[in-house]
């Protein structure tokens, strides 16, 4: 009869276990555990890089003097978690509040010619521009529509408003429509959607477009080099366009400009809201509101045809169409949507 450690002798042949083996056991595990607390645990956060707006620029730039930071009455800054945010309150202290959201390019001097008749009209006015556009700092950061509607609820908090009526251009028009679909309790009870993007189709955005709202591109258009060509083109000709001249030259000189326009055509509030807006059209029908929109017939930039596709998702929405009217339309019918906004803001709910 075989002992044991015969057998197992027999079993594992000139296979001993070696002590370096042990001891590589013994230690790995020590080292791993040890590597991951030394990787994961001590690193602290990653620090918030902001790049500067137009306030930094001399006065006497060109940018400035189309749009200086007191282009409205009432004007500051207010430190958010994502930076300074510039905004301006216009109209009776007394009056309705109403907050204009603008689209992805052109800050808050889109309103220009919208807003004064807003609070001629008795309503107290909020414009700011949004974070990586005119006075507003741009945070290093994704731009989707949670960094944007957290930035009106926390300027909505600051100004001391409990609620507003909300009112969007473009890209504002789905900040708008999210915002009220998340803080239905900051909305007072209509909210106005013009040209509204949000439910955008690759199909209308050119290659060029997706292109350069590439990670690539924007690492590119982000460098030192790039931004010297942009200044250099910007300090050429005038086009004699003053809010084409504005996009140009934070285009050049705004470090963080390119990269939040970028970063909302990719994962910013151009596309893929139909849930907002459905959730926009259950909240205020339930809570007995009311949905405008404003569209222009020959709008290139989100056609028409969308003004469909939302009212599918807000069948109870006003539609007010401007015949001829392009996606500019607060600028060049600036007259017919302050008058379909006024009339449609002092409406009694139904």
């Not at 070696?18 to 956060?45: D, E, G, H, K, N």
């Not at 300074?84 to 009056?95: A, F, H, M, N, T």
């Not at 473009?170 to 007072?188: D, K, N, R, Y």
């Amino acid at each position: 009869m075989s002992s044991p450690s015969r057998g197992l002798t027999t079993f594992l042949p000139d296979m001993p276990p070696s002590s370096a083996f042990q001891w590589f056991l013994l230690v790995c595990p020590a080292v791993i555990i040890l590597a991951y607390f030394f990787t994961v645990f001590p690193q602290s956060p990653d620090t918030l890089y902001i790049h500067p707006s137009l306030a930094t620029l001399p006065k006497t730039s060109p940018s400035r003097l189309i749009y200086p930071d007191d282009f409205y009455d009432g004007g500051a800054y207010v430190k958010l978690p994502y930076g300074s945010v510039r905004y301006w309150l216009i109209g009776p202290e007394d009056g309705k509040p109403v907050a204009l959201i603008h689209g992805l390019s052109v800050p808050a001097i889109i309103w220009k010619d919208v807003a004064p008749q807003l609070a001629a009209n008795g309503y107290r006015v909020l414009l700011y521009d949004l974070y990586g556009r005119g006075y507003s700092d741009a945070p290093q950061t994704t731009y989707d529509a949670n960094l944007y509607t957290t930035q009106l609820a926390l300027l909505l908090q600051y100004v001391g408003w409990s609620k507003a009526n909300v009112v969007g251009v473009s890209m504002g028009g789905g900040i708008a429509a999210a915002f009220a679909a998340q803080f239905p309790h900051l909305v007072t009870d209509k909210v106005v959607l013009i040209a509204s993007a949000g439910l955008m189709e690759s199909s209308d955005m050119s290659r060029t477009t997706k292109f350069l709202s590439s990670p690539l591109m924007q690492a590119v258009s982000s460098s030192y080099p790039f931004r010297l060509y942009l200044q250099y083109l910007a300090n050429q000709k005038s086009t004699g366009n003053p809010i084409n001249e504005l996009v140009r030259y934070q285009s050049a000189f705004l470090p963080g400009y390119n990269p939040a326009l970028a970063s909302s055509i990719r994962e910013g509030p151009l596309r893929s809201l139909a849930p907002q807006f459905a959730a926009l059209g259950r909240q205020s029908r339930k809570n007995n509101g009311s949905v405008l929109l404003i569209w222009g017939t020959a709008d290139q930039v989100v056609p028409y045809r969308y003004s469909s596709r939302v009212k599918a998702l807000i069948p109870h929405a006003e539609l007010v169409t401007i015949e001829g009217g392009q996606h500019d339309i607060t600028i060049s019918h600036a007259d017919e949507v302050s008058r379909a906004i006024i009339n449609f803001l002092g409406r009694e709910p139904s």
